[in-house]
């Protein structure tokens, strides 16, 4: 590939991001503001290039590794398959691509919180505790390709068309960003199938760290007894504060690594206590 052409496209992803950062500053930061504007927090520099980073580059290369994975794994479909999927409706493919990948979402997150070794990645998009827009993105790289090319692979291996899959990473992309807003806002019962912010908010806090697990479609929370109601901002905030630091270390206690780092913490503690 020619430099210039490549320098051409590196461009275009870049202003791509920028867009996406764009558009999601007109429409949620007003809306914070208004709605939310004792809590509403001011974007961070750091948060705002993360979120561009993703939306760019981030997904660029995601979308290479899916593309090389794909065209080497397709060769072994029945190519009458890949035909009978390929005839299928935009809505039909469109809604089982949104499935796999939602399936997709649920499993390695919930495995996020349990195994150590994906933990490790996946806390740091738990640094996010006062929910805003521009912090979606705070996650480790290794996370946030493990979750787009998980999410997105299995679509593309059943022959999938490109368009449902473009619809539904944009779709999903725009749907995270609110999922993080700092928005009261919750669909009632309807919350138990489509996840709403406030439900997402309480999945954050460290009381709930082990709950909703689901990105759009909670009803896989229900499905696997992993959904708690949502609660108000208010409520959410109360429990933050009021959540003493042993509690803290019960709730994070699933996860072997941290409580072997917090025994050998408090041994040391202990030591230290009787020499003195």
């Not at 999601?24 to 503001?33: D, G, N, Q, S, T």
């Not at 961070?44 to 590794?65: E, H, M, P, T, V």
Request: aromatic fraction near 10%; charged fraction near 15%.
């Amino acid at each position: 590939m020619p430099m210039e052409l490549l320098l051409h496209q590196l461009a275009g992803v870049g202003v791509s991001g920028l867009c996406f950062v764009a558009v999601c500053a007109l429409v949620f930061w007003p809306l914070e503001e208004l709605f939310e504007s004792d809590g509403a927090a001011r974007p961070k520099l750091k948060d705002l290039a993360s979120l561009w980073f993703y939306q760019s580059f981030g997904l660029w290369l995601a979308a290479g590794i899916i593309y090389e994975i794909a065209f080497f794994l397709r060769q072994f479909l029945p190519q009458p398959w890949l035909l009978l999927v390929g005839r299928q409706p935009f809505w039909l493919q469109a809604t089982a691509a949104l499935l796999l990948a939602e399936v997709w979402v649920y499993v390695f997150h919930r495995l996020s919180h349990t195994l150590p070794s994906l933990w490790k990645f996946h806390r740091v998009h738990h640094t996010l505790v006062d929910m805003t827009w521009s912090a979606t993105s705070r996650q480790h790289p290794v996370d946030f390709l493990l979750i787009i090319v998980g999410a997105n692979l299995p679509a593309m291996l059943l022959g999938i068309d490109l368009k449902p899959i473009v619809f539904l990473v944009v779709l999903e992309r725009i749907y995270t960003v609110l999922l993080h807003s700092n928005l009261n806002l919750e669909y009632g019962w309807f919350t138990q199938i489509i996840a709403s912010p406030r439900l997402h908010r309480l999945h954050h806090t460290p009381k709930c760290g082990n709950q909703n697990y689901a990105g759009i479609l909670s009803l896989l929370d229900v499905l696997g007894n992993t959904f708690q109601p949502p609660v108000t901002k208010e409520q959410a905030s109360e429990t933050h504060e009021r959540l003493p630091a042993m509690a803290i270390v019960d709730e994070l206690s699933h996860i072997p690594s941290l409580t072997v780092s917090l025994a050998e913490s408090q041994s040391a503690d202990s030591g230290t206590s009787q020499k003195m």
